[in-house]
């Protein structure tokens, strides 16, 4: 069962935590999510899933940000949740998926036990001008049956940040043997510059 509005209400300080809360937000069966003004895009050509990737901060201005197709963008919601007894899912609002907006892909299924701010990853079907603080997703909640396990991966749980992916620590950073000027060394011998790899040796 997914729970109503106002047992959601009813919920909060107790298996359910929102914060800030604004009861404007509160639909007849979900709670609308508002977005932060911080966007991370990825730096690297190609992801690689057993490596962190490099990824650079944009800033929402005010009077908008126009998102382009076929770039990744992480954002995150302004709201905290905590959730105990029940699953938080979150979905996009239809009014943003009529922009040809997504925002997330594929990661709407929360975990129960989950402490922390959700990190949206947003694609744009065609450009899109976004605006900080608009009510972009909501979060609902199904009830559970059997015993229940809390969520307690040291990945994502107890967030404070846009969460980049971190599927490299599940899999081992693999060797990375990409060739690379090593500069300082050869400074102050006179030497031509030669090539290293990442480890310096």
Known sequence: ????????????????NISPFNEDQLNPNSYNLT??????VYEEIVLDMKRPSRFRRITIPEDGLILQPNQLYLGRT??????HDYVPMLEGRSSIGRLGLFVHV????GDVG??????????AVQ??????????????????H?????????????NKDI?????????????????????DQEAGTGNSVRETDQTGS
Request: charged fraction near 20%; aromatic fraction near 12%; glycine fraction near 8%.
């Open 1 to 16: 069962m997914i729970l109503s509005g106002s047992e959601i209400k009813s919920q909060l300080g107790k298996s359910i």
């Open 35 to 40: 977005l932060h003004d911080e966007l991370l």
């Open 78 to 83: 302004i709201e905290h949740t905590e959730t």
């Open 106 to 109: 594929t990661a709407g299924f």
């Open 114 to 123: 989950f402490c922390g701010y959700w990190t949206l990853e947003m694609f």
């Open 127 to 144: 450009p899109v001008r976004i605006y900080p603080g608009v009510q972009v997703c909501q979060i609902f909640y199904h009830t559970l």
């Open 146 to 158: 059997g015993d229940v396990t809390e969520y307690k991966s040291s990945k994502y749980q107890h």
């Open 163 to 183: 969460q980049p992916s971190l599927l490299f620590t599940e899999l081992g950073i693999r060797d990375d043997n990409q060739m690379k000027l090593d500069f």
